[in-house]
């Protein structure tokens, strides 16, 4: 029977112990990468160059209760655990929560730990290591329904254009980061080499939950409130959830007016924090503007939101009865699977108690607002799961 897509979750994480990607490493520079180590009690623990060690926990939940700092990527009996095994097993487990598709975020110790590597080319080798099996051992077995986020070196600007033509070459849609492309935490006028090739190749801008500084760095004693940057003054009263100031720069940097069609997605952001934030951010853009020498940007925040950013709600049902205050065309729906704030195996529950009632909202969030952001074709018959 053909099947096409149903509901689909716009935030799950690939979790994977390191061989299966390490073998892309090159020979000379194997002994340097990730490996895993058996713990006393009980689960694994990375390895990792320039970092102390790290549990597994959290990142392997499932079905399990949570565990800090004892989880395992297999289950007692030698099998995978869940959402930790190939890509055919991660097919069969969107089956049993009765998904279609899952856009997949990078698992953080096999990418975002690695910046603790201090040589350029061993840690740039790190990174086009994983991107390679992301693209060719897991995403290729349904690049329909394992939709993969490429991961961005916080090396050079350079390095970071060049990863994403490498992997939209590879055949991923969709590009992680975790700084700005210029590799630090604030916005320069270099990124924009980033933002283009992103344009220029169709991928989808999807840096999890933000990027850069989480908030604005504190002023410097004695200069008060007047010499702080403009992407600080719109945060006033408004800052306290991790994309908030991410936007603020990209406002103020003017990175949005460059590029009317740039948009960004945040995962995992939650929504029903929006309506407050907007209205602070409005009146901060109303009250700070003066103190910049009269500068007024083009859009008020609140426009610029509408316009180009993006959010997903994991266990946010806050969020859907207070549709009439969000932008409802730009709120995806995730799992985090197999993370451990999810919803996994149950999440037609959770979706038959949020949306009660409302059957063309839940549609739009968990289905043509995911399809449309990443170009998924609803008319497509989709990549059958493979038996068990």
């Not at 290591?129 to 070196?153: F, H």
């Not at 990027?211 to 408004?238: M, N």
């Not at 460059?258 to 995962?267: D, K, L, S, T, V």
């Not at 709600?313 to 969000?326: H, K, N, S």
Request: aromatic share 12%.
């Amino acid at each position: 029977m053909a099947r096409h897509y149903e509901i689909i979750s716009a935030d799950g994480h690939v979790e994977t112990p390191p061989d299966p990607w390490v073998r892309y490493v090159p020979e000379k520079w194997k002994s340097r990468a990730p490996r895993l180590i058996k713990l006393e009690d009980g689960g694994e623990g990375w390895v990792i160059e320039g970092q102390p060690l790290l549990r597994n926990g959290q990142n392997v939940t499932g079905r399990n209760p949570i565990s800090f700092s004892s989880a395992s990527y297999w289950k007692a009996d030698g099998s995978p655990a869940d959402g930790a095994g190939p890509a055919e097993q991660r097919l069969r487990e969107q089956d049993e929560d009765g998904i279609d598709a899952e856009i997949l975020f990078p698992p953080v110790f096999a990418t975002r730990f690695l910046e603790g590597i201090g040589e350029h080319d061993v840690y740039r080798s790190m990174i086009r290591a994983y991107n390679t099996w992301l693209a060719a051992d897991y995403c290729s077995v349904a690049p329909d329904r394992l939709i993969g986020n490429s991961v961005t070196p916080i090396s050079t600007i350079d390095d970071a254009v060049a990863e994403v033509r490498f992997a939209h070459s590879a055949g991923l849609r969709s590009v992680a980061f975790y700084q700005f492309p210029n590799g630090t935490g604030f916005a320069a006028p270099e990124d924009d080499a980033f933002w283009e090739a992103c344009l220029e190749l169709g991928m989808a801008i999807s840096p999890h939950f933000g990027f850069g500084e989480i908030r604005a760095p504190a002023p410097k004693p004695g200069s008060g409130t007047a010499g702080q940057s403009y992407a600080a003054a719109l945060t006033q009263r408004a800052g306290s959830h991790a994309p908030v100031f991410c936007m603020a720069q990209l406002m103020a940097a003017g990175v949005l007016d460059r590029f009317p069609e740039i948009r960004f997605y945040f995962a995992e952001a939650n929504a029903s924090w929006i309506p407050s934030t907007l209205f602070f951010m409005d009146d901060n853009h109303e009250i700070f503007s003066s103190a910049f020498g009269g500068r007024r940007m083009e859009l008020t925040p609140s426009e610029y939101v509408a316009r180009h950013f993006h959010f997903s709600i994991i266990r946010d049902p806050l969020a859907v009865e207070m549709a009439e205050l969000l932008p409802m065309d730009n709120i995806m729906w995730g799992t985090d699977f197999p993370h451990s704030v999810g919803s996994f195996p149950n999440s037609h529950a959770f979706l038959d108690k949020a949306f009660d009632g409302k059957p063309d909202l839940r549609r739009r969030v968990t289905l043509d607002n995911p399809a449309r952001y990443f170009g998924l074709d609803l008319d497509k018959e989709i990549t059958p799961t493979p038996p068990g």
